[in-house]
C-alpha cells in the first residue's frame, strides 16, 4: 500500500457556490483525476483521492464505486451534526466501496459509521454493521463489485 498526501495541490477557488458539496466533488475529480496515474502502481482503479475543505453544505461526500470523496472540517449545521473527522473520512471513503447510507435516526439502523445518527459528534462511531462491513471488505479485497 502507497501513501500520498498533497497539501494545496487541489484549487477550488473556481467552484460556485463554494460551498456546494456536489460542485466541489466534481472539481477535486476534475483537478486531481490525473494524480491517479502518477502515483502508485500507476493503476488509476487502485487509487482514491480525499480533498477536504474548511467550510461545505454538508460534512462530506462521496459516490459509490467512485474514486474521489470530500470532507469538510466545519460543520454545516452549526454544531449540531458536527462529525469528528475521522468518522467523515470512514463514512465516505466507505462509499467508494460501494456501502450505501445506513439511515438518518439511530432507530433506523444498527449501531454503523453509515447511519447519520450514529456517526454524528453524539455517538461518534467508527464500527460497521455486520451488512456494510461485508459490502466494504468484500470490495477492498476484490470479492465483489
Not at 45 to 57: E, F, L, P, T
Not at 86 to 100: K, M
Request: charged share 20%; glycine share 10%.
Amino acid at each position: 500500500m502507497y501513501y500520498y498526501h498533497l497539501t494545496n495541490y487541489w484549487d477550488a477557488s473556481d467552484v460556485s457556490p463554494p460551498d456546494n458539496s456536489s460542485k466541489l466533488l466534481r472539481d477535486l475529480a476534475e483537478d486531481t483525476g490525473g494524480l491517479r496515474d502518477d502515483y502508485n502502481d500507476r493503476n488509476p482503479s487502485n487509487d482514491i483521492v480525499i480533498g477536504w475543505v474548511k467550510y461545505a453544505d454538508h460534512n462530506g461526500i462521496a459516490y459509490c464505486n467512485g474514486f474521489f470523496s470530500l470532507g469538510a472540517t466545519d460543520s454545516p449545521w452549526f454544531g449540531w451534526a458536527d462529525w469528528p473527522h475521522d468518522s467523515i473520512a470512514q463514512h465516505e471513503i466507505s462509499h467508494l466501496f460501494n456501502a450505501g447510507e445506513g439511515g438518518f435516526w439511530c432507530n433506523e439502523h444498527p449501531e454503523c459509521i453509515m447511519n447519520y445518527c450514529w456517526a454524528s459528534g453524539l455517538h461518534g462511531t467508527d464500527k460497521w454493521c455486520d451488512e456494510h462491513w461485508d459490502v466494504v471488505f468484500g470490495n477492498i479485497n476484490g470479492l465483489w463489485e
